[in-house]
């Protein structure tokens, strides 16, 4: 069984967020992704909602429906816990709060929303530059839900915030190898290994997964699945723990069904 965890699918006629950060001028279908897979060897997939289009869940939970893929979704911080159950019930696993470059919120608005992902037994994955990322876990955790966090955390060549992250071991605090092309150099490959290797240590190896974030955007002329597997397989070496992270990890983490 091999599980890619991370990638997006979008069409350019879909409405896009009004606070977008980037907005792209080309397709990548649910069925563009598909074959993809295919061609890779991969059975399932887990879809994240990209930041761009918002709310607007529709396209990529009416594209999976009756299949064996999951999804991450996007969602206001006052939904009801009826309102996420349906989401959940349309193969939403988790969802999603893309903090990248945004003040930290005032976590009370949450607080029913991290109460209603415990009790369906859903995830809240996190996408924050490492220096400030314990701030954020600070605030989630004692709900706990059962956290992902995004691209290896994000970590920063000072190691600022790699410290306070790491207290938080033996939570419930997954994290995706993904990301890691966007290292435009053969050093920041090594520095990207090198924390995975720390984090692991520190987390576990059974709370590692793989995401390709297909279709690398911005970097779709660099990028390609191909060298996304060849990274994969320099940041970690061991190919059982390759192995489980592509197949019993993602399974245990994202498929419950």
Avoid: W
């Avoid at 001028?25 to 060897?41: A, F, N, Q, W």
């Avoid at 594209?63 to 893929?69: E, T, V």
């Avoid at 159950?85 to 696993?93: E, F, I, M, N, T």
């Amino acid at each position: 069984m091999k599980i890619d965890t991370h990638a997006h699918i979008f069409l350019k006629s879909l409405k896009m967020a009004e606070d977008s950060r980037y907005t792209p001028d080309y397709d990548c279908s649910y069925e563009d992704y598909m074959s993809v897979l295919d061609r890779h060897g991969f059975e399932r997939c887990v879809l994240v909602q990209p930041s761009f289009l918002g709310y607007e869940n529709d396209y990529m939970l009416d594209s999976i429906k009756g299949s064996k893929h999951s999804a991450i979704v996007v969602v206001p911080s006052n939904i009801s816990f009826e309102s996420l159950s349906d989401l959940q019930k349309r193969g939403a696993c988790g969802i999603r709060l893309n903090l990248l470059g945004k003040e930290i919120p005032d976590f009370r608005e949450y607080e029913n929303l991290f109460v209603s992902l415990k009790n369906l037994n859903m995830q809240v994955e996190i996408q924050r530059d490492m220096r400030d990322l314990h701030k954020v876990l600070e605030a989630i955790v004692p709900f706990d839900c059962e956290i992902m966090i995004d691209h290896l955390g994000r970590g920063n060549d000072s190691r600022e915030g790699l410290a306070e992250l790491l207290k938080y071991s033996g939570n419930k605090i997954y994290f995706k190898v993904s990301g890691f092309y966007r290292a435009d150099s053969k050093e920041n490959l090594i520095f990207a290994k090198e924390m995975y290797e720390i984090l692991s240590r520190h987390f576990g190896v059974e709370n590692f997964v793989f995401g390709s974030d297909y279709p690398f955007t911005n970097f779709e002329s660099a990028m390609s699945y191909e060298r996304v597997l060849e990274a994969f397989s320099f940041i970690v070496e061991n190919s059982k723990d390759r192995e489980a992270m592509l197949g019993e990890n993602a399974m245990r983490i994202f498929f419950r069904g």
